[in-house]
């Protein structure tokens, strides 16, 4: 966990199939125009999932709606643009109140839970207790083993990785260009999709159309996926594990959270709780709740971390120019 990256080889061991990573056609759509009136119809009579969830497919791709793109590796990501919203609740438990505004920057992040096959494909050991699938999320995985994930997969894509592995904490560049974890206002945001309300889809009682929880997940994790996205096209936010964000987690940060890009209060030293967002296969309906928030112990002094509900997705920044290349991927 300590070693230090610049002096690896480029061409050996998990380094040298790092290079391998590296390194069609369009669709062309055709607009009829008559009495004023055009419309644009699809190649097919069927709507494809990234309609049907309301967000833009890669060919309608810019800078102010969300939008589905293509990561240089391969991974699939949802596009969310600069946006300002409602954090939080004052219905909820103590540590959400009180709801408060905040303006977060436009970022990428993963449209599924990091699963297994991911996890392996950067030459990371499988933590994860179930292990059916190599689609089901990795889970039993400790908060820095997440960062060190987010290290490799940015060095994969060439980026700059944001964690330095050096510090106590691996600390954050929130200005590289590499992966991380997400702050948790970035988390609410992507999970409240435009929507202030406990769920994105409406009622409690359409949970199990979203989630892998307590009433349906069988007591397990499921391949990633299988319940339907929120409005902006993100997967399993409610459900199947909980994830991992990068923020110390304090009871009362709400009071005293900044209005833009919040990160958390700062990090105590010892006995630091990070914060876990989202539902997983053995919450309860009101724990999966968008403004639900728990700290929970990192498991980075833990031999044996056996939390088998907590996983992760990976967020980064974007420049203008990548995002038209990601769309550009995304079409092929």
């Known amino acids: 966990m300590t070693e230090d990256r610049s002096a690896r080889r480029p061409f050996h061991g998990a380094a040298g199939r790092r290079s391998r990573f590296r390194e069609t056609s369009f669709f062309a759509l055709m607009a009829l125009c008559a009495s004023f009136v055009s419309c644009e119809?699809?190649?097919?009579?069927?709507?494809?999932?990234?309609?049907?969830?309301?967000?833009?497919?890669?060919?309608?791709?810019?800078?102010?709606?969300?939008?589905?793109?293509?990561?240089?590796?391969?991974?699939?990501?949802?596009?969310?643009?600069?946006?300002?919203?409602?954090?939080?609740?004052?219905?909820?438990?103590?540590?959400?109140?009180?709801?408060?505004?905040?303006?977060?920057?436009?970022?990428?992040?993963?449209?599924?839970?990091?699963?297994?096959?991911?996890?392996?494909?950067?030459?990371?050991?499988?933590p994860s207790h179930w292990r059916e699938s190599p689609r089901q999320p990795v889970e039993r995985v400790r908060w820095r083993d997440a960062k060190?994930?987010?290290?490799?997969?940015?060095?994969?894509?060439?980026?700059?990785?944001?964690?330095?592995?050096?510090?106590?904490?691996?600390?954050?560049?929130?200005?590289?260009?590499?992966?991380?974890?997400?702050?948790?206002?970035?988390?609410?945001?992507?999970?409240?999709?435009?929507?202030?309300?406990?769920?994105?889809?409406?009622?409690?009682?359409?949970?199990?159309?979203?989630?892998?929880?307590?009433?349906?997940?069988?007591e397990r994790t499921h391949p990633v996926g299988q319940k339907k996205p929120n409005r902006w096209g993100l997967h399993d936010l409610y459900g199947n594990v909980s994830e991992w964000c990068e923020d110390v987690y304090g009871p009362a940060y709400y009071k005293e959270s900044p209005v833009v890009d919040p990160r958390g209060p700062p990090s105590p030293g010892k006995d630091v709780k990070r914060v876990l967002r989202g539902g997983s296969w053995k919450s309860s309906a009101d724990m999966c709740r968008a403004t639900v928030r728990r700290g929970e112990p990192s498991g980075n002094a833990d031999a044996c971390f056996s939390t088998d509900y907590c996983g992760f997705r990976c967020v980064r920044r974007v420049t203008g120019d990548e995002l038209q290349q990601m769309s550009a991927a995304a079409k092929r």
């Not at 988390?187 to 159309?209: I, M, N, S, T």
């Open 148 to 218: 060190q994930y987010c290290n490799e997969r940015s060095l994969v894509e060439g980026l700059k990785p944001c964690y330095d592995e050096k510090t106590l904490d691996w600390e954050c560049d929130f200005a590289a260009s590499g992966y991380r974890l997400p702050t948790e206002a970035e988390w609410e945001f992507a999970a409240r999709a435009g929507v202030d309300g406990a769920y994105d889809f409406g009622p409690p009682d359409k949970l199990r159309q979203h989630a892998w929880f307590a009433h349906n997940a069988g």
């Open 41 to 126: 119809k699809p190649a097919s009579g069927d709507r494809t999932e990234k309609q049907a969830a309301g967000v833009p497919t890669a060919s309608r791709t810019d800078s102010t709606s969300p939008a589905q793109v293509l990561s240089k590796s391969g991974v699939e990501m949802v596009f969310l643009p600069a946006g300002e919203f409602t954090m939080g609740s004052d219905r909820g438990n103590s540590d959400e109140a009180p709801a408060h505004k905040v303006r977060l920057s436009g970022f990428l992040i993963d449209k599924f839970e990091v699963t297994q096959e991911m996890f392996a494909k950067v030459q990371l050991p499988n």
